[in-house]
C-alpha cells in the first residue's frame, strides 16, 4: 500500500521538534500571510530575489509567481528535508 504523502504542516512541526534551532516555526504560514506580506512590493520589476528559510515554500510560491520573466529566485535553506522538498517543487529556484 502506497504512503500517504506527509502534510506541511506536520512535516514542519517535526522539523520544529527536532530540530528547533534550525527550525524557525512552529507551523508553515498561510499562502494569505504570504500574498498579504508580498502586496505593494514592485516585484514586477525585479531582477533578483533572496529568501532565507523558504521552509515548504509557501512565501517561494507567492515569489515565483509573482516575479517577472528572467527574475533569479535564490533560496537558502539549512533544513536537508526542507532543501529536497523546495528543490522538487521549485526547479527554477536556485537552492543552496
Avoid: N, Q
Avoid at 23 to 36: C, F, I, Q
Avoid at 84 to 95: H, K, M, N, S, Y
Amino acid at each position: 500500500m502506497a504512503r500517504k504523502p506527509m502534510s506541511d504542516s506536520f512535516r514542519f512541526m517535526r522539523g520544529f521538534l527536532t530540530r528547533p534551532r534550525v527550525t524557525g516555526a512552529v507551523l508553515p504560514s498561510s499562502r494569505y500571510l504570504a500574498a498579504a506580506m508580498l502586496d505593494g512590493l514592485p516585484l514586477e520589476e525585479a531582477a533578483r530575489i533572496a529568501e532565507l528559510g523558504p521552509g515548504t515554500g509557501v512565501f517561494t510560491r507567492a515569489l515565483v509567481d509573482r516575479c517577472p520573466e528572467g527574475c533569479r529566485v535564490l533560496a537558502i535553506e539549512r533544513d536537508p528535508e526542507f532543501a529536497a522538498l523546495i528543490r522538487g517543487r521549485f526547479p527554477t529556484v536556485e537552492l543552496h
